[in-house]
């Protein structure tokens, strides 16, 4: 089995990040920034990362040059995506340790996410990478893209562009503002982990999309009070409503298995069930 691409789009060999370099800054520099974005102390921090905190000062005000171990150290106990730690290591004078694949050379991680995502099926399932941006589906997950504009499915797709865009599945989606609020949340989330701009951006572009005509006072709080936020979608005569989970691989070495994500819509209700196994 091979994951599906939505309506034959051809997918770029490599999740790409739109960051901008951040090397030229020195790894104390980045050192700081990442344990002011953690809201961590030098005190803190050195304790957990079995370090003098004259010498964690050192680095940070560039007296010091941190050792390859401890720029790891530093960025487990601070949560540093593999990503930003090859910078540190970079800044710091290393080659970056942790090695960067085409999404199609992960090998027996690539097996293990088409294993994933057809073992799903008939529930909708995608693989992103850091930016939301499409690498896998099953072709369960086809169904929520059907009849989008070509634009929202020129690579790289962007699958919550697609989701909030007035012209994407915002039209169909029932729950809009309750929905937007979650997926909002989700994106400010994976800016405050990991600081990177082009999340900023994406979340100011979701932000500002408009209510498609006839969804402007969706999103009311319902009834049922359900546990998790379900998206409610229009289909037919009713609708089908789902609960998504996401999934990660735990203690990734490469940096684009680190970034890329599994997210799997499963159904919130008995109609929805049925409609998915009629479906498939």
């Known amino acids: 089995m091979t994951s599906e691409v939505i309506a034959g789009a051809q997918l770029p060999r490599?999740?790409?990040?739109?960051?901008?370099?951040?090397?030229?800054?020195?790894?104390?520099?980045?050192?700081?920034?990442?344990?002011?974005?953690?809201?961590?102390?030098?005190?803190?921090?050195?304790?957990a990362a079995d370090v003098s905190t004259r010498h964690l000062s050192y680095v940070e005000t560039g007296r010091s040059r941190p050792s390859p171990t401890l720029i790891e150290r530093l960025c487990d106990e601070l949560d540093v995506p593999l990503r930003e730690r090859n910078r540190l290591h970079l800044a710091a004078g290393y080659a970056p340790p942790h090695p960067q694949r085409g999404f199609v050379d992960l090998g027996a991680a690539r097996t293990a996410i088409d294993a994933v995502l057809t073992g799903l099926e008939p529930h909708p399932a995608l693989a992103v990478d850091a930016h939301w941006n499409l690498v896998a589906a099953n072709r369960a997950a086809r169904a929520f893209f059907d009849d989008l504009p070509a634009e929202l499915l020129t690579p790289p797709v962007n699958v919550l562009r697609a989701t909030l865009h007035p012209d994407g599945l915002a039209a169909r989606i029932?729950?809009?503002?309750?929905?937007?609020?979650?997926?909002?949340?989700?994106?400010?989330?994976?800016?405050?982990?990991?600081?990177?701009?082009?999340?900023?951006?994406?979340?100011?572009?979701?932000?500002?999309?408009?209510?498609?005509?006839?969804h402007e006072d969706t999103g009311a709080a319902t009834a049922s009070h359900p546990l998790v936020v379900p998206l409610r979608l229009?289909?037919?005569?009713?609708?089908?409503?789902?609960?998504?989970?996401?999934?990660?691989?735990?203690?990734?070495?490469?940096?684009?298995?680190?970034e890329i994500a599994i997210e799997a819509f499963l159904p919130a209700d008995e109609r929805t069930a049925a409609a998915l196994r009629d479906a498939s």
Do not use: C, K
């Open 14 to 47: 490599q999740p790409g990040r739109m960051t901008a370099p951040l090397e030229a800054d020195p790894v104390g520099a980045q050192v700081r920034r990442w344990r002011e974005r953690r809201r961590r102390s030098q005190l803190d921090l050195s304790l």
């Open 174 to 214: 029932r729950n809009l503002a309750e929905w937007r609020g979650v997926v909002l949340g989700r994106v400010r989330r994976q800016l405050d982990r990991t600081g990177d701009p082009a999340l900023a951006e994406l979340l100011t572009e979701l932000r500002d999309y408009p209510a498609p005509p006839g």
């Open 234 to 258: 229009a289909a037919g005569e009713g609708e089908l409503a789902f609960s998504y989970t996401t999934t990660v691989f735990g203690s990734p070495r490469d940096v684009t298995l680190d």
